[in-house]
């Protein structure tokens, strides 16, 4: 059984840049959250996605973007990068109207 | 106010002793409550949930939580150096929604 994975492992970018995460979800889940986590602090939510619309979005600005295709996969997308943007993006999958939340091994982002 | 807090640590514990990690959080509407383990450099892995008041076991860990006080707790009998991480409380205050994150307490177990 595929738990949560995501793509790239790791990525180095530079400001003003774009850049594309993506997620698939563990089997059987159709419900996906994106979390920033920087060095040192809790994961942050980001937003979450729910039969391909966005149901919540925590105090992030409208750089960040997502998409969730009919396979449940799920895409996070940032524009005109910061380096404040630096950090791990981790994904997690439930089920809708169920926890817990299942997280993949993350995709760390180096802004230069 | 911060809406999940932790104590950062390090929490120093001999291998073999209880650990005992501690968490409260300001919404009363929360419902849903997780304990995740993350290693350093990984990402969060679930070891406990809770959604009522008392305790709940699962092998060496036990989640305790008391809503009317806002607290809950995490314990960790005959520590190992494997239990070496970082342990984040995190709060759900709806239906399977956005989970709310302390910054986590790292834990040493020392031989």
């Known amino acids: 059984d595929a738990g949560v994975t995501q793509s790239p492992t790791h990525l180095i970018k530079t400001r003003g840049q774009q850049v594309t995460l993506r997620c698939s979800p563990k089997?059987?889940?159709?419900?996906v959250s994106w979390y920033q986590q920087a060095l040192g602090q809790g994961p942050q939510f980001i937003f979450q996605?729910?039969?391909?619309?966005?149901?919540q979005r925590g105090n992030f600005p409208d750089r960040f973007s997502g998409h969730q295709f009919p396979n449940y996969s799920s895409e996070l997308n940032v524009n005109a990068l910061l380096l404040g943007d630096s950090a791990l993006y981790l994904c997690?999958?439930?089920?809708?109207?169920?926890?817990?939340?299942?997280f993949g091994d993350g995709t760390r982002l180096s802004i230069l | 106010q911060k809406e999940v807090e932790q104590n950062s640590g390090p929490l120093s514990v001999p291998e073999g002793a209880i650990a005992s990690l501690n968490c409260t959080y300001s919404?009363?509407?929360?419902?849903?409550f997780f304990w995740y383990r993350q290693y350093s450099g990984k990402s969060p892995e679930l070891i406990m949930f809770?959604?009522?008041?008392g305790d709940k076991e699962d092998g060496r860990f036990t989640a305790q939580l008391n809503k009317a006080s806002q607290y809950v707790s995490l314990l960790i009998r005959d520590s190992q150096p494997s239990d070496s991480a970082t342990y984040l409380c995190?709060?759900?205050?709806?239906?399977?929604?956005?989970?709310?994150f302390g910054t986590g307490t790292r834990l040493q177990v020392t031989l």
């Open positions: 997690a999958s439930s089920l809708m109207g169920y926890q817990p939340q299942h």
């Open positions: 089997s059987g889940h159709d419900t």
């Open positions: 996605y729910y039969e391909e619309e966005e149901r």
């Open positions: 919404d009363r509407g929360s419902q849903s």
């Open positions: 809770i959604y009522s008041n």
């Open positions: 995190a709060v759900d205050t709806g239906t399977a929604s956005k989970l709310t």
